[in-house]
């Protein structure tokens, strides 16, 4: 998996490519969104439109990240997630809790 950060205004964006799993992640997507909230960053959207797979350890690396910015505050948004992992947060519920966008211009627009 490859990260890699921009910011808009005030809103961090990490851009994820490749593949989100137990194998292929080692929790560097959560340790990213860690650093951000104790460097005080708020607004947070990861954009999934590059990520080819994901698994339950993805999932779980997505939900630790929505956790740490919501204790702070803070918002987390998810755009461009594909077919597949739109299916896994349905199954999951967890497109409940999370802000989903199909392009990062919505993401953007809906930060308070």
């Not at 959560?30 to 994901?54: E, F, H, I, P, Q």
């Not at 199954?91 to 930060?111: M, R």
Request: proline share 0%; charged share 25%.
């Amino acid at each position: 998996m490859e990260l890699s950060q921009r910011q808009i205004g005030d809103v961090v964006v990490l851009d994820l490519s490749g593949k989100i799993t137990l194998t292929d992640s080692d929790g560097r997507v959560k340790d990213r969104v860690t650093a951000l909230v104790a460097d005080g960053y708020k607004k947070v959207v990861l954009n999934l439109s590059r990520v080819t797979d994901m698994d339950s350890t993805g999932l779980g690396e997505t939900v630790a990240c929505y956790t740490s910015m919501t204790r702070c505050q803070g918002e987390i948004k998810l755009v461009g997630a594909t077919a597949r992992i739109k299916s896994l947060l349905v199954i999951t519920k967890l497109i409940n809790v999370f802000d989903c966008y199909d392009k990062l211009e919505e993401a953007l627009a809906a930060f308070k």
